[in-house]
């Protein structure tokens, strides 16, 4: 039986996905859109001792037509190498990336920067927040963009495993299936996502160590090596 991907398909992820021969059903359970308010993200970005964060590639997309023109010399933090990727493709210079949002927050002050801006969607994890606020740091979360949830139509589908990408994707997908799946194997992308599912009752989880979906097919191939 095939995979459920709870997010919308990409190129790229097409193309690992059939470069692997996984069978994938993609399901997304949210919309995205960007929501990004030009004179706010302008004078944010003109800050040359403000440091940026990004933790997701949405969030680069949503400013894809600023950042060049603003980047200076500023310390640019990432979580995931996509995101390093698609910044250093761009001709911006990545500081340092993380394999997720505790380490990045965790090595903030190890950066020269006044202050900092957290450019996110409306949803987002705490921990840079969280740490900023507990070590005095100056912190600025810049949404550039929202989500609105879909319906999903399982009703014709047959999978073996759910693949989740973030922690509210599984709540929402738990909501909206009334809990149906609990007994599915659930990949999740994180400890954090991984920590989610534990709290909704998933029976059994499996944590990729790499943020991404290249992750979690070699952990999904490991695991399925022998079947």
């Given at each position: 039986m095939?995979a459920?991907?709870?997010?919308e398909?990409?190129q790229?992820?097409?193309e690992?996905?059939?470069?692997?021969?996984?069978?994938?059903?993609?399901a997304?359970?949210f919309?995205?859109?960007t929501?990004?308010?030009?004179d706010?993200i302008?004078?944010?970005?003109s800050v040359?001792?403000?440091?940026?964060?990004?933790?997701?590639?949405?969030a680069?997309s949503?400013?894809?037509?600023?950042?060049?023109e603003f980047?200076?010399n500023?310390a640019v933090l990432t979580v995931g190498?996509?995101c390093a990727?698609?910044?250093?493709a761009k001709?911006i210079?990545?500081?340092?990336c993380?394999?997720?949002a505790?380490e990045?927050?965790?090595a903030?002050q190890?950066?020269?920067a006044?202050?900092w801006?957290?450019?996110?969607?409306?949803i987002r994890?705490p921990?840079?927040?969280?740490?900023?606020t507990?070590?005095g740091?100056?912190?600025?979360e810049?949404?550039?963009?929202?989500c609105?949830?879909?319906?999903l139509?399982?009703?014709?589908?047959?999978?073996s495993s759910?693949?989740a990408?973030?922690?509210?994707?599984?709540?929402?997908?738990t909501s909206?299936t009334?809990?149906?799946?609990?007994?599915?194997?659930?990949y999740?992308?994180?400890?954090?996502?991984?920590?989610?599912g534990r709290a909704l009752?998933?029976k059994?989880?499996i944590?990729?160590t790499?943020?991404?979906?290249s992750?979690?097919i070699r952990?999904?191939?490991?695991?399925?090596?022998n079947?």
């Open positions: 095939s459920l991907l709870l997010k398909a990409s790229r992820d097409l690992l996905i059939n470069r692997h021969r996984i069978p994938a059903i993609f997304p359970v919309d995205y859109f929501c990004v308010k030009h706010r302008t004078s944010r970005l040359e001792s403000s440091g940026w964060i990004f933790t997701s590639k949405r680069l949503a400013l894809n037509p600023y950042l060049r980047h200076k500023q190498q996509g990727d698609w910044l250093s001709g210079p990545v500081t340092a993380f394999p997720n505790f990045l927050a965790a903030m190890s950066f020269q006044d202050s801006n957290y450019f996110c969607g409306a994890r921990e840079v927040r969280n740490y900023c507990s070590h740091l100056v912190l600025f810049e949404v550039v963009y929202d609105r949830p879909l319906t139509d399982l009703s014709r589908c047959h999978f759910i693949w990408f973030s922690s509210e994707t599984i709540k929402a997908f909206q009334k809990s149906r799946y609990l007994d599915v194997p659930i999740c992308i994180g400890p954090t996502t991984a920590a989610t009752d998933f059994h989880i944590t990729s790499s943020p991404d979906l992750g979690m952990l999904y191939q490991q695991l399925n090596a079947l």
